[in-house]
């Protein structure tokens, strides 16, 4: 079964002269369990298709699909549900609230939800403990180091059992030997059974992919990275 189906899926924006077709014509089908990630220069459209899937965004032709739910078709406030309860988001800059601890930031979405506080709480803590910072809850997030805050958002992003992370540019602002822990913590989740769908532009983070989709232009173009990848080398 298929976490995301999209069926020749456009995003255009008005410009100042053309359109600019964000998102061109662009199929894909991400499994259930599958880590799937978005290559492509900046502007290749990695970030629209991420906005489209996570429903901070609409296409304007084809079909789209996330989770049984089409996600033209869906009021914003199916979405905004969809988006508390079961998807979750990643940014490259963490995007944590500095006053709070790192438990009230991983709890934050399902206190938003309207999930009572102590039982948001105590999924916090059993997110950050998948995560490996079961010891660091009272923490603020100027505390812990940069992998650290990545990893706390990604526990963010987990909480309350969601059923796909999106993640854009996840490793941009880490080094290679902390981004490449986030990647093997990323891909530990898809074997448990949460569809990861990630962007990146670091070449390191492809083998630890079932899928690649390359976007030039807005447009899905075939490369050889596009047919499934050996993770073998990427759990070393």
Known sequence: MSAVKAVRVSRVYPGGGEPVRAVDQVSLSVAAGELAILVGASGSG?????????GLDRPDSGKLTVL???MSASSEKE??????????????DFNLLRDLTLLENVALPLEGAGVARRTARDAAAKALARVGLSDLDDRFPSEVSGGQQQRVAIARAVVGDREIILADEPTGALDSTTGHEIMKLLSG??????????STH??????FASQVVTLRDGRRVETDSDAPLDTEAARA
């Open 68 to 70: 049984g739910t089409d």
């Open 46 to 54: 990695k970030s629209t298709l991420l906005n489209l899937i996570g």
């Open 202 to 207: 670091n070449p390191a983070n492809l083998p």
């Open 79 to 92: 979405l905004a549900r969809m988006r508390l309860t079961r998807i979750g988001f990643v940014f490259q």
């Open 189 to 198: 989740l898809s074997k448990e059974g949460t569809t990861v769908v990630l």
